[in-house]
């Protein structure tokens, strides 16, 4: 069994659980975290009360930096068990949100992506993603800077009414 150290899961609020991911110093994703991540969403997917689930960062500088590839490299079927979450995550009547604050670079970019919802919090929340192949210059995008991010946020912005309004009857959250 994975060491759940990297999640805490706070359910005080019926119907929603707030995941506050913390892996020092910077959030970075390693195999056993996307062991987690698919631990997790079975629970998700087990307990029916739960119609919104918000993803945060216990650190205030860093979302998620990227993925140890390194790491990784030892253990390639996480690759395929990152696939399935991703999948699982988009795809469940659960509302995902991604409540941002700090840089979010590679790996976490496909985790936003996959939530329904993207959020900026606090200051500066910043993508980054290289605008295309060759074009490495700018490592640090601004929220709003690549035109990929730029195109996937405006999705996730125009979806975020509309799935609030289909997936949450307002008799369905409390407090």
């Not at 988009?90 to 329904?116: M, Y």
């Not at 500066?124 to 295309?132: F, H, I, L, V």
Request: with cysteine; proline share 9%.
């Amino acid at each position: 069994m994975p060491d759940p150290s990297q999640f805490n899961i706070d359910r005080t609020c019926p119907g929603r659980w707030t995941v506050t991911f913390s892996n020092p110093p910077i959030n970075m994703f390693v195999p056993t975290t996307i062991v987690e991540l698919g631990a997790l969403m079975t629970g998700l997917e087990a307990d029916p009360s739960v119609k919104v689930v918000v993803f945060q960062s216990a650190n205030p500088d860093f979302f998620v930096a990227h993925l140890d590839v390194a790491k990784a490299a030892e253990r390639p079927e996480a690759l395929g068990l990152w696939r399935d979450f991703v999948l699982r995550l988009s795809s469940t009547p659960v509302v995902s949100i991604a409540k941002i604050r700090g840089r979010t670079r590679g790996i976490g970019n496909e985790f936003v992506l996959a939530c329904d919802m993207a959020s900026p919090a606090g200051k500066g929340p910043c993508s980054a993603t290289p605008r295309s192949a060759s074009d490495w210059s700018r490592a640090a995008e601004p929220w709003n800077g690549s035109r990929v991010w730029s195109a996937a946020r405006g999705h996730l912005r125009s979806c975020s009414a509309a799935t609030i309004s289909m997936r949450i009857s307002p008799s369905g959250m409390a407090g």
